[in-house]
């Protein structure tokens, strides 16, 4: 007798697990040891001086500037601790050649607003945030991710620094691509979660509650704080 598909293969018992929940894990402990750095991505006036041109499409206040209190304390903290600080700014020629021919997306848009160029005092580190002599800059960068045509990878690797703590901006744009990069060259990515900012509070959530952890993990820069002191 022929019987129909539901009687053939009862359901399984095992629970349905998403693809989410097994991307959820614990951080793993790492002493620290050399083996990690801090990485401030884009500290620079373009987002932090009042006439940054990156600076006017903020909407959500209130998290950029607690963002920014938030950087103050890991920088200070890592740099305490002797945990190698790695600094991330863009710089382009005044045709943009770096960007190749294309005219869509970021590449469209940093074009459009007149960002990052050389000449120009915008691609500069800021104020409290500028690196110190013996901390790294990255050279080379020309896209989203820090590790975009960069040297990023190299010195990493030269250094044999595997877990990488990321702060800065935006974390809808350049944050996330330097995760997704960085997980995918084999890093152990940790985003400060309120260390970084976007432009506003519902991207922010947005990354950290449905990206960040397929590609590594969110901590509060006092949790940081705690951990290297």
């Known amino acids: 007798m022929a019987t129909d598909a539901s009687e053939a293969a009862p359901p399984s018992s095992q629970p349905e697990v998403s693809v989410a929940a ?5 951080i793993p402990n790492v002493p620290n040891d050399g083996r990690s750095a801090l990485l401030m991505i884009e500290f620079v006036n373009e987002w ?7 600076r006017r499409l903020i909407k959500d ?5 607690q963002s920014q209190e938030a950087a103050k304390l ?3 903290a890592a740099r305490q601790a002797g945990m190698p600080v790695i600094h991330a700014t863009l710089q382009m020629s005044s045709d943009y050649r770096e960007l190749g021919r294309a005219r869509f997306g970021l590449r469209g848009a940093i074009q459009k607003a007149g960002t990052w160029q050389k000449q120009d005092s915008g691609w500069q580190f800021h104020g409290p945030y500028a690196p110190l002599e013996n901390e790294f800059v990255v050279s080379g960068r020309v896209g989203a991710s820090a590790f975009s045509a960069s040297d990023l990878d190299n010195y990493l690797r030269g250094q044999g620094i595997t877990r990488l703590y990321l702060a800065g901006y935006a974390t809808h744009v350049c944050i996330e691509s330097t995760l997704r990069a960085a997980h ?3 890093y152990e990515p940790i985003v400060l979660s309120d260390a970084t900012a976007a432009f506003t509070d519902q991207q922010q959530q947005h990354v950290l509650n449905e990206v960040v952890h397929h590609f590594g993990w969110a901590m509060p820069t006092r949790v940081f704080v705690d ?3």
């Open 61 to 65: 206040e209130h998290p950029f500037s």
């Open 48 to 54: 932090l001086a009042p006439e940054g041109k990156l």
């Open 74 to 76: 890991a920088l200070a």
């Open 22 to 26: 097994v991307a959820r894990q614990p």
């Open 184 to 186: 995918d060259l084999g």
């Open 227 to 229: 951990s290297v002191s």
